[in-house]
């Protein structure tokens, strides 16, 4: 059966969709699940679930579906769920407040150890009972929680300092959302988001709706 380390990227990013629906199904005791109905949940085809899912052996039976239970527990092992991630957010500006906010509140899969920073103003201070510490405690603390996890919040200019910070104290995993280019080994995983970059593509389909509107109108005008 393929490891994580050998699915391909597109494959993982695909899983917590798909366990997000899984938990919802759960809750409300629905107890089999197709990937047709997956497929309407998750705006991704039925085949394509299957093939992601094919990828790590059989678990479901045709023509009956998928266990919910059964499909959910074996994607929480896959992605590495089963236990809590201890997560470290770096920077306690807008975006790492609102951020550790939501995850403290609705991810019960990871476990936010700390928020990081250098302003008076918010070191010493607490995010939902989680305290903010000065960035200078950041290695001591991931050795001590044992941090899998880093999240980069800080302005681009101090972001690689922050990420070799990480590096050196091995933490393999780090979600970037400073607006910059950042360097590490092979072995380390950066996952970048640019919400700019993703709010400036979005007005294209905008600006694209709006055209065929205009267009429209002046169609039903002549």
Known sequence: MPQRGEAPISVIKRLPVYLRVL????????E???????????????EQIRKDLAFFGAF??????YNTNYLRERILRIIGLDKQTNVAIIGAGHLGTAFARYNIRENPYTNVVGLFDVSPDSVGGEIEGVPVYHLNDLQDMIKQEKVQVGVVTVPAVHAQEVVDRMVEENVKA??????????????????????TIELQSLIYFAREELSADRDKEENKEE
């Open 60 to 65: 479901g039976t045709r023509g009956t579906g």
């Open 174 to 195: 780090i979600l970037n959302f400073a607006p910059a280019k950042l360097n590490a080994p092979e072995h380390v995983t950066i996952h970048n988001v640019d919400l």
């Open 32 to 46: 089999v699940v197709s990937s047709k109905s997956l497929s309407k949940q998750t705006g991704f085809s039925a």
């Open 23 to 30: 938990d919802n199904l759960v809750k409300r005791d629905i």
